[in-house]
């Protein structure tokens, strides 16, 4: 079973440049989520979707990202414009209904 | 709201040393409680979860873990660790579907 696919690995911008993630769940995962991991920290959920509808953002950062999964399978993460701080891992990972949460290798961001 | 607590943040231990390393979490209701391991350059990989049933836990490569309601705790253990053993852990506490982490106990294994 092929795992979670995410790109590009890696990934560096100058601060207020825009900048694009791609994720690719499981197949047949229906939920998938998008979290934050800034170095010496836990993850950070920043928005989870139950097939193309959004269960929660609250901790997303709207003014600068945005997320989306138009046909309930692929997803992107956006972020415009990118500032110093957003230099983290940005990690999806996917679930069936059961709950567990499977990741993917991650986008390294480093924001100049 | 939700919180996680590691205890430690850096744990050294020699090889065949047990390991225990402390998870407490805040949270009035149910919960489902998991270990994650993160491997240099590799993904997050699940340890070992508990969602109901015995408190003992038994996951991958010899790893337990204990889930203490009465003290909102779920403590990862390992009686004998290896050189491999080496990585970044991360206990997680999720109501529902969404992980709340905590901030992570590095371990490192000498000789």
């Known amino acids: 079973e092929a795992g979670v696919a995410q790109s590009p690995r890696y990934k560096i911008i100058e601060k207020r440049q825009s900048v694009a993630f791609w994720c690719n769940p499981i197949s047949g995962h229906a939920t998938l989520y998008w979290y934050q991991q800034i170095l010496g920290q836990g993850p950070k959920l920043l928005i989870q979707f139950q097939n193309n509808g959004v269960v929660d953002d609250s901790q997303l950062p709207k003014d600068r990202f945005s997320a989306e999964r138009l046909k309930g399978v692929d997803s992107t993460l956006k972020i415009q414009p990118a500032k110093l701080e957003d230099s983290a891992v940005y990690l999806c990972?996917?679930?069936?209904?059961?709950?567990?949460?499977?990741f993917g290798p991650g986008t390294r961001l480093l924001v100049l | 709201a939700q919180s996680v607590s590691q205890h430690n943040h850096h744990v050294i231990l020699s090889e065949a040393a047990s390991l225990e390393l402390g998870c407490n979490y805040s949270y009035g209701g149910t919960v489902n409680l998991f270990w994650y391991v993160q491997y240099p350059g590799q993904h997050l990989q699940l340890l070992l979860k508990?969602?109901?049933?015995?408190?003992l836990v038994k996951g991958i490569k010899g790893f337990e873990a204990e889930f203490i309601k009465s003290k909102f705790s779920f403590n990862l253990r390992k009686p004998s660790v290896h050189w491999s053993d080496a990585a970044e852990y991360f206990c997680a506490v999720g109501a529902r579907y969404a992980l709340n982490f905590g901030k992570g106990t590095s371990l490192l294994v000498t000789p």
């Open positions: 990972a996917s679930s069936s209904t059961a709950g567990t949460q499977y």
């Open positions: 508990y969602f109901s049933g015995d408190p």
